[in-house]
């Protein structure tokens, strides 16, 4: 068990890496081959966009062997950045936004199957913990990625990356192939389709709730996008730049979070961890609403804390509470319940920000806080019945 823990978090830390600084080097080259910022923000469209159809990539994910299916894809990512390398004008970029939305797919396959593998090799009593080292593993990754991916880039260029990102899905698949499983029994008459996990997602409480939860705080943090930025820059005066800082700082809460949201877990479930995580994330939106820079640099670790202990409950309370057979069309629908919500959060952030930085800080706070309460209120009805 603990040289599986040790390839998941490595798995982790190799994707994190890779990820993050092809995301980062793609907006550059983009803007740099064409010039436009439009096309250049697109970017990161292509990579998150393939996150509407995890429902049906998860159907996928459960229909076939789960680990040659991670191999496959990692290794077919390997092959696709690596086309990148023909790319030498502006009229070759769309291979750029072709291969991005490729590696999105790919992500929730892998994002699917991994968490589908998960439980048949790591003891139920860890699994907890090791969500949480992947996530820190993660987040970590996020602090050091970028200046790695820019610094690279502008040292020798984007073929210096593409090679860097390309190695790091080759390195993953092998340690997919070095896991050691348990042997799954396949379940008699498995039911095709999206329906059946459907029904398992939303017709389980202890998997709905943390889910929802989780999705609330998760999109509720795309409200804050536009506000943040015009909080830093016109109320407190302070660089565009200085958001970096915020980034960094969030980047520790996250990292802090993952280290101890096992032992949470483990002591209180997956619905009250969540609905604390969502209660913090919302604590850490009014910190930033408030006119001092040191509150906004706590509000970001505070947030950091919240959005991972919400997120890693709800897929803990997904891996250890899902049918093994329904855990790939289960995992990739309720990473579009928790992330979808993003793509409608930020358009309406921007939107918000006209009325002031403050007011939509106050409504994810609202949103994320209210979540919260309902879940713990809907977790002690059965108690309450029970006792009548």
């Given at each position: 068990?603990?040289?599986?823990?040790?390839?998941?978090?490595?798995i982790s830390l190799l994707s994190g890496f890779g990820s993050t600084a092809m995301t980062l080097a793609a907006g550059i080259w983009v803007f740099d081959l064409t010039g436009s910022v439009s096309l250049a923000a697109l970017t990161a469209v292509c990579t998150y966009a393939p996150t509407l159809a995890a429902p049906w990539l998860g159907a996928l994910v459960d229909r076939l062997p789960r680990r040659p299916l991670v191999i496959g894809v990692d290794l077919a990512l390997g092959a696709a950045l690596l086309t990148l390398?023909?790319?030498?004008?502006?009229?070759?970029?769309?291979?750029?936004?072709?291969?991005?939305?490729?590696?999105?797919?790919?992500?929730?396959?892998?994002?699917?199957?991994?968490?589908?593998?998960?439980?048949?090799?790591?003891?139920?009593?860890?699994?907890?913990?090791?969500?949480?080292?992947?996530?820190?593993?993660?987040?970590?990754?996020?602090?050091?990625?970028?200046?790695?991916?820019?610094?690279?880039?502008?040292?020798?260029?984007?073929?210096?990356?593409?090679?860097?990102?390309?190695?790091?899905?080759?390195?993953?698949?092998?340690?997919?192939?070095?896991?050691?499983?348990?042997?799954?029994?396949?379940?008699?008459?498995?039911?095709?389709?999206?329906?059946?996990?459907?029904?398992?997602?939303?017709?389980?409480?202890?998997?709905?709730?943390?889910?929802?939860?989780?999705?609330?705080?998760?999109?509720?943090?795309?409200?804050?996008?536009?506000?943040?930025?015009?909080?830093?820059?016109?109320?407190?005066?302070?660089?565009?730049?200085?958001?970096?800082?915020?980034?960094?700082?969030?980047?520790?809460?996250?990292?802090?979070?993952?280290?101890?949201?096992?032992?949470?877990?483990?002591?209180?479930?997956?619905?009250?961890?969540?609905?604390?995580?969502?209660?913090?994330?919302?604590?850490?939106?009014?910190?930033?609403?408030?006119?001092?820079?040191?509150?906004?640099?706590?509000?970001?670790?505070?947030?950091?804390?919240?959005?991972?202990?919400?997120?890693?409950?709800?897929?803990?309370?997904?891996?250890?509470?899902?049918?093994?057979?329904?855990?790939?069309?289960?995992?990739?629908?309720?990473?579009?319940?928790?992330?979808?919500?993003?793509?409608?959060?930020?358009?309406?952030?921007?939107?918000?920000?006209?009325?002031?930085?403050?007011?939509?800080?106050?409504?994810?706070?609202?949103?994320?806080?209210?979540?919260?309460?309902?879940?713990?209120?809907?977790?002690?009805?059965?108690?309450?019945?029970?006792?009548?």
């Amino acid at each position: 068990m603990q040289r599986n823990a040790l390839l998941f978090v490595l798995i982790s830390l190799l994707s994190g890496f890779g990820s993050t600084a092809m995301t980062l080097a793609a907006g550059i080259w983009v803007f740099d081959l064409t010039g436009s910022v439009s096309l250049a923000a697109l970017t990161a469209v292509c990579t998150y966009a393939p996150t509407l159809a995890a429902p049906w990539l998860g159907a996928l994910v459960d229909r076939l062997p789960r680990r040659p299916l991670v191999i496959g894809v990692d290794l077919a990512l390997g092959a696709a950045l690596l086309t990148l390398l023909a790319v030498r004008s502006a009229g070759a970029a769309w291979l750029i936004f072709a291969v991005l939305l490729a590696r999105g797919v790919s992500y929730v396959l892998s994002d699917a199957g991994e968490s589908a593998i998960l439980p048949s090799a790591l003891s139920p009593k860890i699994l907890a913990d090791v969500n949480g080292w992947r996530s820190s593993a993660q987040e970590g990754m996020k602090l050091v990625a970028p200046l790695a991916g820019a610094t690279l880039y502008a040292w020798r260029g984007p073929v210096a990356v593409v090679v860097l990102c390309a190695a790091m899905p080759l390195l993953t698949a092998a340690c997919y192939a070095l896991l050691r499983l348990a042997p799954v029994r396949p379940a008699p008459q498995v039911e095709r389709g999206l329906r059946p996990g459907l029904r398992a997602l939303f017709g389980v409480p202890a998997v709905r709730d943390p889910v929802l939860v989780a999705g609330a705080a998760i999109g509720a943090s795309g409200l804050t996008n536009a506000a943040v930025l015009a909080h830093v820059v016109h109320d407190l005066g302070r660089p565009a730049t200085h958001l970096g800082y915020l980034g960094t700082a969030q980047g520790a809460g996250s990292i802090v979070a993952g280290l101890v949201i096992g032992r949470l877990l483990a002591r209180r479930g997956p619905v009250t961890v969540a609905a604390a995580g969502a209660a913090i994330f919302a604590a850490g939106c009014l910190l930033q609403a408030l006119p001092w820079w040191p509150t906004m640099i706590a509000g970001s670790v505070v947030i950091g804390v919240g959005l991972v202990w919400a997120l890693i409950a709800a897929v803990t309370a997904v891996q250890t509470r899902t049918p093994e057979h329904l855990l790939g069309r289960v995992a990739a629908t309720s990473n579009t319940v928790m992330f979808g919500p993003v793509a409608l959060g930020i358009p309406l952030g921007a939107a918000a920000v006209h009325l002031g930085a403050v007011v939509p800080l106050a409504l994810a706070a609202l949103v994320s806080a209210a979540a919260a309460a309902m879940a713990l209120r809907a977790a002690r009805v059965p108690s309450v019945v029970s006792r009548g």
